[in-house]
Structures are given as structure tokens and as C-alpha cells.
């Protein structure tokens, strides 16, 4: 995998994952978690 990819999945986990718990509303605590979840498979393989 390229390096750079797997900088911006992370990244953009990491990043997600922080919004998840600074959101005050919970409709976008899931929202943030969805996208929490989507880039993992990607920095899995």
C-alpha cells in the first residue's frame, strides 16, 4: 500500500474518531462514527 494512503486513513480516522466525542449532538456523534469505521479496512489490508 502506499504510504501516503495509509497516512490519510489514518488521519481521517483519527480525526473522525476525535468528533465523535467532542459532538454535542448525537446525530452527528453516529455520523462521525460511520466514518470512524470506514477507513479501518483500508489500513487494515
Known amino acids: 500500500m502506499n504510504i501516503s494512503l495509509f497516512y490519510f486513513l489514518a488521519f481521517l480516522a ?3 474518531a476525535l468528533m465523535v466525542v467532542i459532538s ?3 446525530v452527528h456523534s453516529v455520523l462521525y462514527l ?3 469505521f470506514s477507513p479501518l479496512p ?3 489490508s
Do not use: E, T
Request: proline share 8%; glycine share 8%.
Open 14 to 16: 483519527i480525526l473522525s
Open 24 to 26: 454535542k449532538n448525537p
Open 34 to 36: 460511520i466514518i470512524c
Open 42 to 44: 483500508g489500513i487494515m
